[in-house]
């Protein structure tokens, strides 16, 4: 596609449920990036996807957050057992994945708010 | 935590008049980029500054790194109202992007 995709733009789902967010990359972009967004504040880094392994997961906040990418492409953020504090904004970003040059195309994200 | 911080937190100016924002960041860096971010939006990428560059310009952005002291600035010029944004420096450390806390800038028209 034209630009980076996520479904659902909007979740409400209640405290102890499990959610799944959705990330559609630029065709082409190797390098796929999770961020979080609380009111106010900026991008929280979450993980980072080269292809389909994960890079790096340093900031997924516990074992309830889990991200996949299986076929290099599309991802998804998967939270279990969600929680109040997990009401956020939820970014996903791509890049070509070129060391020392690399810009993120972001999506418009997926708002979550757990009652 | 965050790398980056922005200051100030909010700015607001008239329409025409020059926009200035600063950021300062913890650790060394390949590079350093400035995002824009409208209400309820994701964020779009506005200029990327190399660790080796001191000063970018484009179009009514000018970009300025200075890696002693580890902060750069964002100058808008001729400001204008749909400039009324959310902006971001988010720093290169190999291939992970740390962003700031962030600039509101309001421009009245």
């Known amino acids: 596609g034209a630009g980076v995709s996520q479904t659902p733009s909007n979740k409400v789902t209640e405290k102890g449920k499990y959610v799944e967010l959705r990330c559609d990359p630029i065709s082409g972009h190797t390098a796929l990036y999770w961020y979080r967004q609380s009111l106010g504040q900026g991008p929280e880094f979450l993980i980072y996807?080269?292809?389909?392994?994960?890079?790096?997961d340093s900031g997924l906040p516990n074992d309830r957050f889990f991200a996949v990418r299986p076929e290099g492409s599309v991802s998804t953020l998967k939270i279990q057992r969600t929680e109040r504090g997990d009401s956020a904004v939820y970014l996903c970003?791509?890049?070509?994945?070129?060391?020392?040059?690399?810009?993120?195309?972001f999506g418009a994200g997926s708002r979550l708010t757990v009652l | 935590s965050q790398q980056g911080e922005e200051d100030p937190q909010a700015l607001s100016i008239q329409e025409g008049e020059n926009a200035t924002m600063n950021c300062s960041y913890k650790t060394s860096i390949n590079n350093l980029q400035w995002y824009r971010q409208n209400s309820g939006r994701g964020l779009v990428h506005l200029i990327l500054i190399r660790s080796n560059e001191r000063e970018k310009h484009s179009g009514r952005l000018r970009v300025t790194l200075d890696t002693s002291k580890k902060s750069s600035s964002l100058l808008i010029t001729a400001s204008r109202a749909a400039d009324t944004a959310s902006y971001f420096c988010?720093?290169?450390?190999?291939?992970?992007?740390?962003f700031g806390t962030g600039t509101s800038l309001t421009v009245i028209p």
């Open positions: 988010a720093t290169d450390a190999g291939n992970q992007f740390y």
């Open positions: 970003a791509s890049s070509l994945g070129v060391a020392g040059a690399n810009v993120l195309t």
């Open positions: 996807f080269q292809g389909t392994g994960a890079a790096d």
